[in-house]
């Protein structure tokens, strides 16, 4: 079978599925089930065998595990799917966040800018409609005020025309598309650099938002936010993990506590949850970090326009333009962490429904009681207790294995190594590394 006719056959299994599914009352989307479609045929459980092409009895097998697992609605296995799914579409690097952001911001943009750039305005009338139109689209671009709030407009009126005067239409009506375009992104850093001068002296800032004061206490409230998610997660795993461990530790596991099963079901999906809480925690840490930068580079440049302005009637422009223009982009950065902050708390809450199924199985009056007598153990009294040269993989017990063995304490940036798995801190930290003779 080719690629192309493979790809098609699984396409029309995920179709199959979801049809189904929805036959049955639940609504899946397409992704879902292609995930869910990747670990039943992974899983060896199932005796799918990946190396050969599938029988239409392996077909209809696949299908009903599929929809069995996407239809059975207090799933912790099934919520971890879900999370996964969840993460992957909706998490993406702090560049990529920002650069899809400016993308929108910009397609929104565009209809008002074109309208500028492609007038053949000649009378008064439309000489003055068009500075308008220009007026709103520095307020859309910059985003400091609203362009129906008749202050905002005014006070950033009065700043282009200190720079754009309304007579110098004609010259740039005369430019091609492509540098008014520049012009008017230039213009509208000149304007936001002003008035943001203009509300740090106390003589406008409509509609401004005091956005350092905003993320100084947004970001923190953040931070306490997830800590606490993590620390009740991590009292989750802690319990889940004590009362597994007693259960295989019992000869006669009937009657001795809940399902086994959805006890490790429930664990799994507890440590992927913790393992996206602390992505987002470090991408929150990160904001800080930035904020607090930004506002040591926001005072120096506010004091040296100061001192450039100070007791002037008229400075060179040579000299306060690109002052205002770095004013305007230390700005644009204290915006881009707002956005990024309202994304990741967005992502965040999303999160949490995929965690109910565990909870609402497992709640402290049902669990406790299997917990009598057992020590719950942390993370970091597992990782003591596994501490030293006694607890390591010994290399020579592998040697069949033809593999090279590596170790934290041992091996240089050995966080930096580029590991296809990314094995959680509870578990020990030894990996294996295929020698260059098999790759």
């Known amino acids: 079978m080719s690629r192309a006719q493979a790809e098609s056959v699984i396409k029309n299994i ?8 929805a036959s049955k009352g639940q609504a899946v989307s397409e992704t879902l089930v292609a995930f869910m479609v990747k670990a039943v045929v992974l899983d060896p459980t199932n005796e799918f065998n990946v190396d050969r092409t599938l029988t239409k009895d392996d077909v209809q097998k696949l299908i009903k595990i599929c929809v069995d697992r ?5 799933s912790p296995a099934l919520d971890t799917v879900k999370m996964q799914v969840y993460f992957d579409m909706n998490y993406t690097t702090r560049a990529d966040f920002l650069e899809e952001h400016r993308r929108v911001l910009e397609s929104r943009l565009q209809p008002v800018i074109r309208e500028i750039t492609d007038s053949r305005a000649r009378t008064r009338e439309e000489l003055e409609s068009l500075y308008r139109k220009i007026v709103s689209a520095v307020l859309l671009r910059s985003g400091l005020g609203s362009p129906t709030d008749i202050a905002v407009v005014r006070e950033a009126t009065a700043a282009l025309q200190s720079v754009f005067p309304q007579t110098e239409l004609g010259t740039f009506m005369s ?5 008014k375009e520049r012009q008017l ?3 509208t850093m000149i304007v936001t650099g002003i008035r943001l001068f203009n509300k740090e002296c106390g003589k406008g800032g409509e509609g401004i938002d005091d956005l350092p004061a905003i993320l100084n206490e947004a970001v923190p409230a953040t931070t306490q936010n997830i800590d606490t998610e993590i620390q009740q997660t991590c009292t989750s795993t802690y319990r889940y993990t004590a009362l597994i461990e007693k259960m295989h530790q ?3 596991k009937k009657d001795q506590g809940p399902s086994l099963k959805l006890l490790k079901d429930s664990l799994i999906n507890a440590r992927q949850h913790e393992a996206f809480l602390k992505i987002i925690l470090n991408d929150v840490i990160g904001c800080a970090q930035q904020v607090e930068s930004l506002e040591g580079q926001l005072a120096a440049r506010m004091e040296q326009l100061q001192a450039t302005v100070q007791s002037k009637t008229a400075v060179p422009t040579a ?9 305007s982009q230390l700005w644009s950065s204290f915006q881009d962490e707002m956005v990024l902050l ?11 429904p995929y965690t109910r199924g565990h909870r609402e199985l497992f709640t402290e009056e049902i669990i406790t009681p299997f917990l009598e007598g057992v020590h719950v153990k942390t993370d970091q009294e597992r990782i003591k207790e596994t501490m030293g040269k006694e607890h390591q993989v010994k290399p020579a017990d592998f040697i069949r294995m033809e593999r090279d063995w590596i170790f934290p304490e041992t091996t240089k940036n050995f966080k930096r190594l580029p590991l296809q798995y990314k094995v959680p801190m509870y578990t020990s930290h030894q990996y294996n590394v295929q020698s260059k003779s098999q790759t």
């Open 319 to 327: 000299q306060v333009y690109p002052q205002f223009i770095h004013l």
């Open 70 to 74: 996407l239809m059975d609605s207090r």
């Open 185 to 187: 992104q230039e213009l």
């Open 250 to 252: 019992t000869s006669d």
């Open 14 to 21: 995920i179709r199959e599925i979801a049809h189904e599914c």
């Open 342 to 352: 309202s994304v990741l708390s967005n992502i965040l809450a999303s999160l949490e």
């Open 175 to 179: 430019l091609i598309k492509r540098d």
